[in-house]
């Protein structure tokens, strides 16, 4: 199977009510990472981001969606902009 390169995962959310050992716990042991500067911690939510998304602009990563994975983990991801998109004959999957 080829890695589709047409979006880029941005951050990932999750619930606050799950504790930050265990958010921990899940990021690590689904192979994403904790960013240096540390967990960003919101009124809900403890935000992991895994690319700023200055970068994933700079390269043409333009369109933002939100992925609710189950009750407590959302993703955040960027997609490439139609016009970078190849056509659908092309894409891999």
Sequence with gaps: MTKDKNYK??????NKNIGINNANKWILEHGYK?????VHIT????RYRQVAPETLIKHGFTEVITKKID???ILVIYYKSPQNRPAPENRTI
């Design 34 to 38: 904790i960013p240096k500067k540390g």
């Design 43 to 46: 009124k809900n939510y403890y």
């Design 71 to 73: 009750k407590d983990i």
């Design 9 to 14: 995962l941005h951050t990932i959310l999750i």
